[in-house]
């Protein structure tokens, strides 16, 4: 009996998912973006069991198999030491999937904080979070993550602290202005009128409401930081060789264009590929939750 009561309480939950799956899958784009998210995932999880040479992840050099181009052997050829080129744009994955969920699982807590916390409260706390907000806008995350790596020794660690230095602002922004809009709403000012406390407001009634903006914008901000931390390796101060990074790949490769075109051109794709995903994901997200002004 107990079972048939659980039951019924978690159907309409379970039937809002369904519908909400069923929008989804309606939506060509969102799938291709959700399969190509989830194909980036499994090949960076299972790298070591699905390349053909694992070994070549580190400093291995075979000149004898130096600018392979592809073929059955080497799918994307092989650089300038004879270095499986499919196999480091797949170990690649692992350190743009990396840097994208260190920096966002940065940035999205702190920008949501402060946004709540500015959104509600108002006043002075307000005017302070909100311009440092927008000085801290006002500088290209591109400029400050250049000036942060400069500065530091250029490693993955790094790269992160780079990124993330900026990249709260976006959420403090997104989140602020939900918030303004949500605490003049009935239910706000019933838990008010209850003596709810002020966290109790901010964290269960308010932020619910700012989920699916958050899921887009985080989708959404998945392909941009992976772009942001491959132009920083591009340049020469995000990961260092050996380890295999997209951006340095494309770096390295550059040298021997346009005769060794793949060892350049193929990791570029692979940089595109996955940032498509995230992008298509996303914009699918925002149909589906009818979310605006999440960029």
């Given at each position: 009996m107990s079972d048939e009561l659980a039951l019924a309480e978690d159907a309409p939950r379970l039937s809002s998912a369904y519908q909400s799956w069923y929008r989804f899958s309606r939506n060509p784009t969102a799938m291709i973006g959700l399969v190509i998210v989830v194909?980036?995932?499994?090949?960076?999880?299972?790298?070591?069991w699905i390349t053909p040479y694992p070994d070549h992840v580190g400093a291995v050099v075979n000149f004898r198999a130096r600018h392979l181009p592809p073929s059955a052997d080497y799918w994307f050829g092989t650089d300038n030491v004879g270095r499986d080129i499919f196999t480091r744009v797949i170990f690649g994955f692992r350190v743009s999937l990396l840097?994208?969920?260190?920096?966002?699982?940065?940035?999205?807590?702190?920008?949501?904080?402060?946004?709540?916390?500015a959104g509600?409260?108002?006043?002075?706390?307000?005017?302070?979070?909100m311009r440092l907000t927008d000085i801290a806008l006002a500088i290209p995350p591109l400029v400050m993550a250049l000036a942060v790596a400069a500065v530091l020794s250029p490693d993955l660690v790094n790269s992160m602290l780079a990124i993330a230095a900026l990249w709260?602002?976006?959420h403090t922004r997104l989140i602020y202005s939900i918030t303004r809009q949500l605490r003049t709403r009935e239910f706000v000012e019933a838990a008010e009128t209850l003596g709810a406390s002020k966290f109790h407001i901010l964290f269960r009634e308010i932020l619910p409401n700012c989920v699916s903006?958050?899921?887009?914008?985080?989708s959404l901000d998945c392909g941009f930081v992976i772009l942001v931390g491959a132009s920083l390796s591009f340049l020469g101060l995000g990961i260092q060789p050996p380890t295999p990074d997209l951006g340095t790949m494309v770096a390295s490769g550059s040298?021997?264009?346009?005769?060794y075109w793949w060892e350049s051109v193929l990791p570029g794709c692979a940089i595109l590929f996955v940032?498509?995903?995230?992008?298509?994901?996303?914009?699918?997200?925002?149909d589906l939750y009818d979310v605006e002004n999440v960029r």
């Open positions: 194909a980036c995932v499994l090949a960076a999880l299972l790298a070591p840097l994208a969920v260190v920096v966002l699982g940065t940035a999205i807590p702190i920008g949501t904080v402060l946004g709540l916390t509600y409260f108002g006043g002075w706390v307000e005017i302070v979070i709260w602002t976006w903006a958050i899921a887009v914008k985080t040298a021997f264009l346009p005769d940032a498509l995903g995230f992008n298509l994901l996303g914009d699918g997200l925002r």
